[in-house]
């Protein structure tokens, strides 16, 4: 059965650094989301992609924050400047389209900021 | 409340009881999902219902849901030891671009 990819499965980097978390969604998915799980909160939306642009965006994602479908295939979401509290759970998750809504997540980044 | 809140927080049972769990929320919605989280994993999805269905059934799950009320329930039947985890209900809001708003998550815990 297809499902959607993460890589890598944990990363840990310093504060100030650059990440970039990748995400392979499902095949002929149309949709594409991040969200992220701050370790014992609630999974909180961060951004949706569609039609290679950003459809909404949370507070959370502000501009440390951006998202690319750079090729057929991956979607990443990269993090320019990681904050202490940047360290979450990074999932990603896609959907087929209009008339199917079931949102289908990756297994996530453990994102870890020392 | 925020959208999304499940009771109870945590659930212990024996191996073979059914398990239930609550979820309400605020807004309208076009829909509620229901996600199996095992500690420290993915999300696994389990179960949609729309806005317009009352009760759906999948293998041992049924979910309700009440529009009126602003609540939907999980039902586990003939629970078993890998049925523990952590179980979330989202949210598609209407008018929300359907990003999912999570709830706080009941932690279920099957004991043989």
Known sequence: ?????????????????????????????????????????????????YNNEISEKSEIFDDQFSVERPDGSN????????????????????????????????PGTRLTVL | SQQGEEDPQALSIQEGENATMNCSYKTSINNLQWYRQNSGRGLVHLILIRSNEREK????????LDTSKKSSSLLITASRAADTASY?????????????????????????
């Not at chain 1, 944990?10 to 650094?17: A, D, I, S």
């Not at chain 1, 400047?81 to 199917?100: H, N, Q, V, W």
């Open chain 1, 75 to 106: 979607f990443t979401l990269k993090i320019r400047s990681t904050k202490l509290e940047d360290s979450a759970m990074y999932f990603c998750a896609s959907r087929p389209g209009i008339t199917y809504n079931e949102q289908f997540f990756g």
């Open chain 1, 1 to 49: 059965e297809p499902e959607v990819t993460q890589t890598p499965s944990h990363q840990v980097t310093q504060m100030g650094q650059e990440v970039i978390l990748r995400c392979v969604p499902i095949s002929n998915h149309l949709y594409f989301y991040w969200y992220r799980q701050i370790l014992g909160q609630k999974v909180e939306f961060l951004v949706s992609f």
């Open chain 2, 88 to 112: 979330f209900c989202a949210t598609d809001a209407r008018g929300g671009g359907n990003k999912l708003t999570f709830g706080t998550g009941t932690q279920l815990k099957v004991e043989l």
């Open chain 2, 57 to 64: 059934h999948s293998g041992r799950l049924r979910v309700t």
